[in-house]
């Protein structure tokens, strides 16, 4: 089995903590390992270091050697541009050769938490095992949600197909992206609705075929990439054809036209820790503080502070806030309001702040 982990993207969501520079998989959120590095660990006590490879735009292969020095170099898939995942995964596939193609891939996220680690393994052994016996099926990883999040997306369960190493596999009956929280709190309270984790397990030669049928230009680039694979003029090639690749989300253009997905439903701690919110319920309890930092506060409540400089931050007679402090920005925003982080930043490029993205 292989194990792809993607960490190319900017993750601008915990921005100013998360930069272009030095995006959120490469920081250090809960302990002395940053995302990338927890992730792979994640999977050394069932994987070869081998087996692993890591997909990422090429301004941060040198962070990728950085935090794991003793992955392959060839292992270290160098993307020319951003082009979402379709094109990261048939860059992957030139790596795999001949039965590769017809083993069991695992594709992760880079910069999620996952709290309970031994359950997250169990659960990739036991989807291995399913997609080795059901080469047709694409699996997702569904954690069992535990408050109407609607900022996720949601899997529906369909009819029971079958129980693997003591987990149960569904069919997909129904995606649905971020539902209002009318919706939200209904998912949840029906059971039957699972918020889709990122994670896939799947037969590469699945995928190929898939993106051949849904999006065959770039299946037909992917062909001329592949062609010149170890050749002197790879990169020539891949540079031309990879900058042409449709700019397609996997679960769009595959995932949602494709009738054999199936869902295993797990609970494992998981978040995609996708908002300064988000992170803060991660760190503390439901309505506690919590601060990182040189920090003196007075009557303040429910609040996150995250300094990362030594940089004093004081407040007095306030609630429900977000303070995050690096060497160049301060920023404030209600704990309801972090998502809103989006339209700052594009203010930010409007006023051509670009030092500060």
Aim: overall charge positive; proline content about 4%.
């Amino acid at each position: 089995m292989k194990v792809l982990i993607l960490a190319g993207g900017k993750g601008m969501r915990l921005w100013p903590l998360s930069r272009e520079y030095k995006p959120k998989q490469f920081q250090k959120l809960f302990g002395k390992k940053t995302m990338l590095q927890e992730t792979v660990s994640r999977v050394l006590p069932f994987i070869s270091l081998k087996d692993v490879y890591i997909a990422t735009n090429q301004q941060y292969v040198k962070e990728v050697k950085k935090e794991l020095p003793r992955l392959s170099k060839e292992n270290i898939i160098s993307e020319p541009a951003h082009r979402e995942r379709v094109a990261a995964f048939l860059l992957f596939f030139c790596h795999l050769k001949g039965k590769e193609l017809k083993e069991p891939t695992v594709i992760l996220p880079s910069d999620h938490l996952i709290k309970e680690k031994e359950k997250f393994q169990q659960a990739i052994l036991a989807g291995e095992e399913f997609v080795k016996k059901n080469p047709e099926c694409l699996l997702l990883l569904g954690e069992k949600p535990v408050f109407p999040d609607t900022e996720l997306g949601y899997i529906k369960k369909g009819k029971f197909f079958k129980k693997e190493n003591d987990f149960e596999i569904y069919d997909v009956f129904y995606f649905k992206e971020k539902p209002n929280l009318k919706r939200a709190k209904e998912f949840l309270e029906s059971g039957n609705y699972f918020w889709n984790a990122g994670i896939f397990i799947f037969v590469p030669k699945l995928i190929e075929n898939l993106v051949k049928e849904f999006v065959p230009d770039n299946y037909k680039r992917y062909q001329k990439i592949k062609k010149s694979f170890d050749k002197r003029n790879f990169k020539e090639v891949l540079k031309r054809e990879y900058l042409e690749m449709d700019n397609v989300s996997f679960d769009y253009s595959i995932v949602e036209n494709y009738k054999k997905n199936a869902v295993m439903p797990v609970s494992m701690g998981w978040s995609d820790v996708g908002s300064w919110t988000v992170l803060k319920n991660c760190l503390s309890s439901p309505n506690k503080s919590y601060i990182k930092g040189n920090y003196i506060g007075l009557d303040s409540k429910n609040i996150l502070v995250y300094g990362t400089t030594d940089k004093l931050v004081t407040s007095c007679g306030v609630k429900d806030l977000i303070i995050a402090v690096t060497d160049d920005i301060i920023f404030v925003c209600h704990k309801d309001g972090s998502q809103k982080i989006k339209e700052l930043i594009k203010k930010l490029e409007k006023k051509k702040k670009f030092n500060y993205l």
